[in-house]
């Protein structure tokens, strides 16, 4: 039992892995849409490149999205609404009549005859309004040419025009008035009735919505149908126009034909095998070309999560709107990983998470060409993030790469640049949009998964921070020295191609164990007392070893990433404390070298082993007292030739002309920093 689990400890990192790989597995193969994949690949616009194609089962022939929705507009452009006639509030207008009658025309003012025409003038007027009924247009939003109104459960189709406008009812007035010839009483009559007319016309929603969704309902989705064994396509026609119509009706129908009953097992267990061996060659590849990537169990699962991220966004748009794929940000993925690894992973894992949604998005071959294209300039053209400009500069290349490859295709299928869907161009500039969220999308990462980005080395190599201002106070010798080291070490990366800002940051930190015991070191020595005088060698050598550990763990403390820890800990190697080695050997006459060694590791990059060189070079030049273009030339070649010697660059991944290289920027920096003039003749 103890064996099984101290086998199981040991292999931990290697289990997870394994869980890491099912759980993606599962859960890329759930995201995918429930069906079947159509045997045969075509494209409109090119010819049928395979066998001639008869139909294996009868099917129907579906409509375009953009036709039937012509057609449910065309529905809803001409559907007549429904309007209530409401009799009740006509008896109460003509009740209300009645009863202010006698106010405005008076028995004692008019005569019997006289109240008699205006009564039959005023119920005219009444008639003439309530006839058809009153409205208020101001509450209709588009006026209809006709409309159906229900009177007595009944509905009588009558033209707009014949209803009257609540605004309208001084012309039906004087109209009245004209023919009883009483224009004399008009404002008497406008004022009676501007207090008792009602608008009694009343649009009814629900049986307008009810009638236009019964016809919307009885739009047909299909024209005509393909009988089984009937001739489709012949081998060399141009995929076009009926053809293209009927052959994407019968990839949508077999799609859903042959997932039914057992074979959607077969279907499911097709795509687990097509998504392991894409992810087993991610796999492959990490452990084979990023072996270091491969034993940090957070760094691939940071890799598999933005996997797994962009094929659910891609689905669910999928299943939400197909039309809407091209807004899916996926050039986010290889410029998110290039940040925070380098360009060849985050091309190699764009590639593979395209061939992936291939399976998904419709027009697979159109979509995977564009975004492998849209995530190689991605690559190419997204450099030093740290630089605002340079992002909108490299999503304006994106999105004009997207733009300029769709208008391409469009032109192979369709013949010319008529057409072109103006909504899938805004797609691709909203898509530009939303990848300016990778600035953010970094900063989360940084602190959900400890990783470090230039954003961040650009923030972390300002001297103003907390930790270099405690250097420059507490050790100001160390401070000038991390200053001077930083500088060599930033040319001689831009010379060889390393990560310049990534090695200058490791410059500025890889001292600052030094602050908890300054004067020990004699960049900070301001007097002539040594304290190291009053040491043994050994004890000496012991607190000069001490600043490694002791700036691990003050970095740890500040937080500071791991990748800039990395250089605190291999600036001096496994080299000697040569000094106090020496002294210590002259009064014992002998020492052991593991008393004077630095802990390690060895430099396992350029960027760390670049560190090493320009630390030991900057630090030997202050024992040169009388520097010459000679001297400096032989100082340099002695100490890294020292330190290739004692191999502490066999784990570095960096080439003898790289050496050559940073030996060359170091000797002119140098020559620069001491001022060596050329000596003039007398």
């Known amino acids: 039992m103890r064996k099984s689990l101290d086998t199981l400890y040991k292999n931990q990192s290697l289990i997870y892995k394994y869980f890491l790989y099912g759980i993606s597995l599962f859960c890329i193969v759930f995201f995918f849409p429930k069906g079947g994949q159509f045997k045969f690949e075509f494209q409109k616009g090119k010819p049928w490149q395979h066998e001639n194609l008869h139909a294996p089962f009868d099917f129907s022939i579906q409509k375009e999205a953009a036709e039937i929705e012509a057609e449910q507009q065309a529905i809803r ?242 299943k939400y709107s197909e039309q809407f794929v091209f807004v899916v940000p996926l050039c986010i993925l290889p410029l998110v990983i290039k940040t925070f690894f380098d360009a060849r ?80 161009l805004g797609l ?75 090695v200058r940051v490791g410059a500025l930190y890889h001292d600052i164990g030094k602050m908890l015991n300054p004067t020990f070191f004699t960049e900070n020595q301001i007097t002539s007392v040594n304290p190291h005088d009053e040491l043994s060698p050994k004890d000496s050598a012991r607190i000069i070893i001490n600043h490694v550990i002791e700036g691990i763990e003050l970095a740890r403390k500040n937080n500071l990433p791991d990748r800039v820890i990395d250089f605190i800990r291999c600036h001096h190697g496994t080299t000697l404390v040569y000094y106090f080695y020496k002294k210590q050997q002259e009064q014992e006459g002998e020492a052991d070298e593991k008393d004077f060694k630095y802990p390690g590791p060895i430099p396992f990059s350029k960027e760390t082993a670049i560190l090493m060189m320009a630390d030991s070079v900057e630090a030997a030049s202050k024992s040169l007292k009388n520097p010459t273009f000679l001297v400096i030339d032989e100082f340099v070649d002695k100490i890294i030739a020292g330190q290739m010697g004692a191999h502490q660059f066999l784990n570095a991944d960096i080439t003898f002309k790289e050496i050559e290289s940073i030996k060359k920027i170091f000797k002119q920096k140098l020559t620069n920093i001491y001022h060596l003039r050329v000596e003039y003749p007398e």
């Open 345 to 424: 992973l985050g091309l190699f894992v764009h590639v593979l998470t395209v061939l992936i949604l291939g399976f998904v998005v419709p027009n697979s071959f159109e979509y995977v060409f564009l975004q492998i294209i849209a995530g190689i300039v991605t690559i190419l053209t997204v450099t030093e993030l740290y630089k605002r400009a340079n992002m909108f500069i490299s999503v304006g290349q994106i999105t004009f790469i997207y733009i300029v490859g769709y208008l391409a295709f469009h032109i192979i299928q369709e013949g010319d640049l008529e057409n072109i869907g103006w909504i899938t």
């Open 428 to 502: 691709f500039f909203l898509n530009g949009m939303i990848t300016l969220f990778a600035q953010p999308l970094i900063y989360i990462y940084e602190k959900i998964f400890g990783l470090v980005s230039d954003v961040s080395l650009l923030e972390l190599s300002d001297t103003n921070s907390k930790l270099l201002k405690e250097l420059s106070d507490k050790a100001p010798g160390t401070f000038h020295h991390s200053l001077q080291v930083s500088n060599l070490a930033e040319a001689a990366a831009n010379e060889i191609g390393a990560n310049a800002m990534l």
């Open 77 to 318: 452009d001409n559907q007549i609404p429904y309007y209530q006639y409401d009799i009740a509030v006509k008896n109460k207008v003509y009740k209300s009549y009645e009863e202010k009658f006698t106010t405005f025309f008076p028995a004692e003012k008019y005569t019997d005859e006289q109240r008699e025409l205006i009564d039959a003038s005023g119920k005219a007027i009444l008639d003439r309004l309530y006839d058809n009924g009153v409205i208020d247009k101001a509450t209709v939003n588009k006026w209809p040419e006709q409309l159906y109104v229900l009177k007595n459960n009944k509905a009588h189709l009558v033209p707009f025009t014949t209803i009257t406008n609540l605004h309208d009812i001084e012309a039906v007035i004087l109209a009245v008035l004209k023919e009883h010839d009483l224009q004399v009483m008009k404002s008497s009559f406008q004022e009676l009735f501007k207090n008792i007319t009602i608008p009694n016309v009343v649009y009814d929603k629900e049986l307008s919505e009810k009638d236009l969704n019964s016809k919307l309902s009885k739009v047909s989705y299909t024209r005509g149908t393909i009988d089984e064994g009937s001739l489709i396509i012949a081998n060399g026609e141009m995929v076009e126009g009926d053809k293209y119509k009927v052959l994407s009706s019968l990839k949508e129908e077999y799609q859903s034909e042959i997932w039914d009953g057992k074979n959607q097992y077969f279907i499911l267990f097709g795509y687990t095998v097509l998504v392991a061996l894409v992810l087993m060659m991610l796999f492959l590849f990490l452990k084979k070309y990023r072996p270091a990537i491969y034993e940090n169990n957070t760094k691939i699962t940071f890799i598999f999560c933005n996997i797994l991220l962009m094929v659910f966004i891609t689905t669910m748009m999928v």
